[in-house]
C-alpha cells in the first residue's frame, strides 16, 4: 500500500482538463510534488513544493493544496500529457519519503 | 546538465548481494542530499534511502533497513547502494535521485538500472 491515495487512472478528450488528486495525511505538513513517467523513462518533476513550476514545464501544468490534498490540473490536454503521474511527498516528520500508487492519464 | 548514471545492475541470486552506483556530474555533488528510489515492474515508485550530503545522516524505508546501505563518495562523485540479502521483491529498477533542498525535493532522476532476483 502506499502513504498517498491516488485515483487510479483518470481519461479525458483533448483540448479538456484533467484533475488528479492525491491525499494524504502528511500533506498537511510537508509539500506535495507531482512526476510524470512515460513508458520505459524516468519520472520527470511537474510541479514541485504544492504548485510551483519548474523550468521548461508547460504553463498547462498547475498544482494546488487543500488541508491534506494536494492536486495535479492539465488544462487543454494534448495527446503527448498521457502517462502516468505520481505526487510524492515526506512523512510527517520529514525522515522519509512517500509516494502515491500513481495515476495513468488516458487522452481519449 | 545535471547527469546521473546508474550502473551495477543486473540478475542475482535470492540471498545474493550486489552495488550500485551512480555517477553524478553537472552540478556540485557535495552539496546535495541524495536518494534512492525503485519501481517494480508495472508498480509506482517507492522511496528506498537517503543520504545527507556529507554522507553523516542515513535513512531508510521499513523494507530495506538492515539489509541495505547507502553510502557516497564526495570526492569521485557517485553515491553507492549496497544491497544484501536480496530477494524477490527487491527486483525493480532503480533510480538515483537529486534532492535539491535536502527535503525530498527530488528535481533530477537517473535512467534507472535493473536489478532482478531469481534463481
Known amino acids: 500500500s502506499y502513504d498517498l491515495t491516488q485515483p487510479p487512472s483518470v481519461s479525458v478528450s483533448p483540448g479538456q482538463t484533467a484533475r488528479i488528486t492525491c491525499s494524504g495525511d502528511a500533506l498537511s505538513k510537508q509539500y506535495g510534488y507531482w512526476f510524470q513517467q512515460k513508458p520505459g523513462q524516468a519520472p520527470v518533476l511537474v510541479i514541485c513544493k504544492d504548485r510551483e513550476r519548474p523550468s521548461g514545464i508547460p504553463e498547462r501544468f498547475s498544482g494546488s493544496s487543500s488541508g491534506t490534498t494536494v492536486m495535479l490540473t492539465i488544462s487543454e490536454v494534448q495527446a503527448e500529457d498521457e502517462a502516468d503521474y505520481y505526487c510524492q511527498s515526506a512523512d510527517s516528520s520529514g525522515s522519509r519519503g512517500v509516494f502515491g500508487g500513481g495515476t495513468k492519464l488516458t487522452v481519449l | 546538465e545535471v547527469q546521473l548514471v546508474e550502473s551495477g545492475g543486473g540478475l542475482v541470486q535470492p540471498g545474493g548481494s550486489l552495488r550500485l552506483s551512480c555517477a553524478a556530474s553537472?552540478?556540485?555533488?557535495?552539496?546535495?542530499?541524495m536518494q534512492w528510489v525503485r519501481q517494480a515492474p508495472g508498480k509506482g515508485l517507492v522511496w528506498v534511502s537517503r543520504i545527507s550530503s556529507d554522507g553523516s545522516s542515513t535513512t531508510y524505508a521499513d523494507s530495506v533497513k538492515g539489509r541495505f546501505t547507502i553510502s557516497r563518495d564526495n570526492a569521485n562523485n557517485t553515491l553507492y547502494l549496497q544491497m544484501n540479502s536480496l530477494r524477490a521483491d527487491d527486483t525493480a529498477v532503480y533510480y538515483c535521485v537529486r534532492d535539491l533542498s535536502g527535503d525530498f525535493y527530488f528535481d533530477s532522476w537517473g535512467q534507472g538500472t535493473l536489478i532482478t532476483v531469481s534463481s
Open positions: 553537472g552540478f556540485t555533488f557535495s552539496s546535495y542530499y
